[in-house]
T-cell receptor, first 112, second 115 residues
Framework: GDSVTQMEGPVTLSEEAFLTINCTYT??????LFWYVQYPGEGLQLLLK?????DKGSNKGFEATYRKETTSFHLEKGSVQVSDSAVYFC???????????FGRGTSLIVHP | DAGVIQSPRHEVTEMGQEVTLRCKPI?????LFWYRQTMMRGLELLIY????????DSGMPEDRFSAKMPNASFSTLKIQPSEPRDSAVYFC?????????????FGSGTQLSVL
């Protein structure tokens, strides 16, 4: 079945540091890939997505590139802020069942 | 748009009691999902509806859990009887279409505590 593996957290950084959160996947066919963010006390919300190989999704300074050859969709940001502290979920959605598959989530803590 | 609306936001109950969680998806969305989130198990899919019909309920833990979607604008998740291990945050999410490109819109969740 489909699966998503992301790095375990928490990831702790100082403000303005570079962020990478790794995500790899297995899926049948050609899935669409997503990053969701969950702020404390809230539901998940879409951060960015990519729907085909080599596509780059971007939003709020975050970027991720759909790499079919390495089955990866790593999340990056050049300079994090305290307000980026949240839990980040990598997810995919593939044809067939259309049921989204989520990773376990990675907690990011940014210190001033 | 008001987004996906869940109620109640918090529920505290005693073991053995019936609990009903409610969800109003975004108008026009055809797909609805119920998830459960815990520290130990992460985000788990409980059940998926498409056009008000349950498509996949393989994630429903046991017979104590049941979900209904009587119409396109309302869904319920019921636990009877509730147990302490059911304590978790329960999320409802909706999606416009049953497509691989479609994102999910999540509600704010219901924090359930079973004492």
């Amino acid at each position: 079945g489909d699966s998503v593996t992301q790095m375990e957290g928490p990831v702790t950084l100082s403000e303005e540091a570079f962020l990478t959160i790794n995500c790899t996947y297995t899926a049948t066919g050609y899935p669409s890939l997503f990053w969701y963010v969950q702020y404390p006390g809230e539901g998940l919300q879409l951060l960015l997505k990519a729907t085909k190989a080599d596509d780059k999704g971007s939003n709020k300074g975050f970027e991720a590139t759909y790499r079919k050859e390495t089955t990866s969709f790593h999340l990056e940001k050049g300079s994090v802020q305290v307000s980026d502290s949240a839990v980040y979920f990598c997810a995919l959605r593939a044809g067939g069942s259309y049921i989204p598959t989520f990773g376990r989530g990675t907690s990011l803590i940014v210190h001033p | 748009d008001a987004g996906v609306i869940q109620s109640p936001r918090h529920e505290v109950t005693e073991m053995g009691q019936e609990v009903t969680l409610r969800c109003k998806p975004i108008s026009g969305h055809n797909s609805l999902f119920w998830y459960r989130q815990t520290m130990m198990r992460g985000l788990e899919l409980l059940i998926y509806f498409n056009n008000n019909v349950p498509i996949d309920d393989s994630g429903m833990p046991e017979d104590r859990f049941s979900a209904k979607m009587p119409n396109a604008s309302f869904s319920t998740l019921k636990i009877q009887p509730s147990e302490p291990r059911d304590s978790a945050v329960y999320f409802c999410a909706s999606s416009p279409l049953q497509g691989v490109d479609e994102k999910l819109f999540f509600g704010s969740g219901t924090q359930l505590s079973v004492l």
